[in-house]
């Protein structure tokens, strides 16, 4: 069979606005993971899923779990050995939409606007990830509507529970490691570097998350009568969270960098020809100077420094006006994205202890652990990685490029550890997407040159 993408890449350009009508029809479904009240939401959006791959000609189904159901579904192709089999994952679930004010349109009436910068779609999950999932699912739908069939065997994978944890999704994988193992995994849940260089991510860091209540008196006291005298957890949790620094910015934590390696010159001279410019990063997000550790160039800052983050932080009267009141508590979420080989399960313990022996006399502490995934490092010596980068280069006005990536996306590693196969992870979103903020957005030239470029990928993979 002919795995050449020209014909399919012609048929990707006459069909955009279907592909873009129906991403807007998943966009509507408001499938916030983390609220109970959307489950129903999680899984419409798993069902819709199923209901378009069908119509591709897949076997696919919806697999019920504990949390919100995974969504995996197969080319007829199976029987035949002779074809590379790759596994496509993708979330369809998305961050809560709040604070709601500050969207410009409702967060789940999503449109194609027009804006001085070009066509955008506009709605949470555009960008992370139900527009860069359905970049894969196009390009599938033109391949066969021109091919009939596709040049590899491929298993979609597709879960509800990313941005909430992935509760489910370790014994998923392992109760159906028959359905789910393949050559290679591949995941669009990544960005471009800068606005037109595409990427392939070559590290991802591991991340811990930690909320902290800490109680001191039985009630809220009026700071008047008792302040001064009585124990203030709100200082005892800001002393805690300010000691998480020193001066140059570097955690503190005992033995946190154990198992943190030091870029090889190599790897520095790669990110170094990169030539990332923070001020235009930064200053995009209406900031201006790298605030992290001392002595590191800013990449080597969000890519390969491990880092402890107050994500929210809640104490005393925040309405209104002004209490005059000493509160009884205060509460902190904290996360900490780990690199190399750092154990998150062993800086959990470390930071309690840590805690725990900074706590006054009147105080008591309460943890809630939230997820906990190590760093991962891709295979980058599997050819699939030469492949696509080609692929990608001959889509995109500029070579594709190695990166590393700051955000966590631990189902990578999960392909490694249970099922054994490498995963590749490449996407199209920009640093201007506001994912996981109001106003998300996906240019609608990020989405049809994404659809271009699996394309070119499948046929590149397909090409022995
Ligand atoms: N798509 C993101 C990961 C990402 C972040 C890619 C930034 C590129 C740039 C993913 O959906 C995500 O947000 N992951 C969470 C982790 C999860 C375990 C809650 C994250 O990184 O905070
Ligand atoms: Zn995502």
Redesign the pocket.
């Known amino acids: 069979m002919t795995a050449t993408p020209e014909a399919v890449l012609a048929r990707i350009d006459e069909t955009l606005p279907e592909a873009t009508e129906r991403l807007l029809d998943l966009l509507r479904i408001p499938s916030v993971s983390t609220d109970p009240a959307h489950a129903g939401d999680c899984r419409a959006a798993a069902e819709w899923l199923v209901n378009d791959l069908r119509r591709l000609g897949l076997a696919a189904e919806i697999h019920p779990t504990p949390g919100h159901p995974m969504v995996v579904a197969k080319t007829p192709n199976m029987g035949d050995h002779s074809l590379p089999h790759v596994l496509f994952y993708g979330?369809y679930d998305v961050q809560p939409a709040d604070p709601l004010d500050l969207w410009k349109r409702p967060p789940f009436d999503s449109a194609l606007e027009d804006t001085p910068e070009g066509k955008v779609i506009r709605g949470r999950g555009a960008s992370?990830?139900k527009g860069q999932l359905m970049t894969f699912v196009e390009a599938c739908r033109a391949w066969i509507s021109v091919h009939d069939e596709l040049p590899l065997r491929i298993t979609f994978f597709f879960e509800g529970e990313?941005?909430s944890?992935?509760p489910s999704l370790v014994p998923f994988m392992k109760e159906n490691a028959d359905i789910l193992g393949a050559d290679l995994a591949l995941i669009c849940?990544?960005?471009l570097f800068g606005r037109d260089t595409p990427a392939i991510v070559t590290s991802l860091r591991g991340?811990l998350g930690e909320e902290i209540t800490i109680r001191a008196a039985d009630r809220d006291l009026h700071s008047g009568m008792y302040g001064g005298l009585a124990r203030n957890p709100a200082h005892v949790l800001a002393q805690i969270i300010a000691d998480l620094h020193d001066g140059k910015g570097r955690v503190t934590l005992p033995g946190f960098h154990d198992g943190v390696p030091e870029l090889s010159p190599g790897q520095r001279a790669q990110w170094k020809a990169l030539d990332f410019d923070a001020a235009a990063f930064l200053g995009e997000a209406g900031l201006a100077i790298p605030a992290g550790e001392a002595g590191r160039m800013p990449l080597e800052m969000i890519w390969s420094r491990p880092t402890a983050e107050v994500n929210g932080m809640e104490s005393g009267y925040t309405g209104a006006g002004f209490k005059t009141v000493l509160p009884a508590e205060a509460r902190a979420k904290i996360s900490f994205r780990l690199v190399g080989r750092q154990d998150p399960l062993k800086i959990r313990e470390t930071f309690r202890t840590w805690v725990r022996a900074r706590l006054p006399a009147d105080c008591r502490v309460e943890f809630t652990g939230h997820?906990a995934?190590p760093a991962s490092v891709m295979a980058t010596d599997n050819p699939a990685f030469e492949k696509t980068r080609r692929a990608l280069s001959r889509e995109w006005p500029r070579e594709a490029a190695f990166v590393g990536?700051?955000?966590?996306?631990?189902v990578a590693g999960h392909f490694r550890e249970i099922l054994g196969m490498d995963a590749l992870l490449t996407g199209f979103?920009r640093d201007d997407d506001n994912?996981?903020s109001p106003n998300e957005k996906y240019d609608l030239e990020c989405f049809h040159k994404g659809i271009r470029s699996w394309a070119r990928i499948i046929a590149a993979l397909a090409s022995g």
Do not use: R, Y
Request: charge should be negative; charged fraction near 25%; aromatic fraction near 0%.
């Open positions: 979330h992370d990830d990313e941005e944890g992935s849940d990544t960005g991340l997820g995934s990536c700051g955000g966590s996306i631990p979103g994912i996981h």
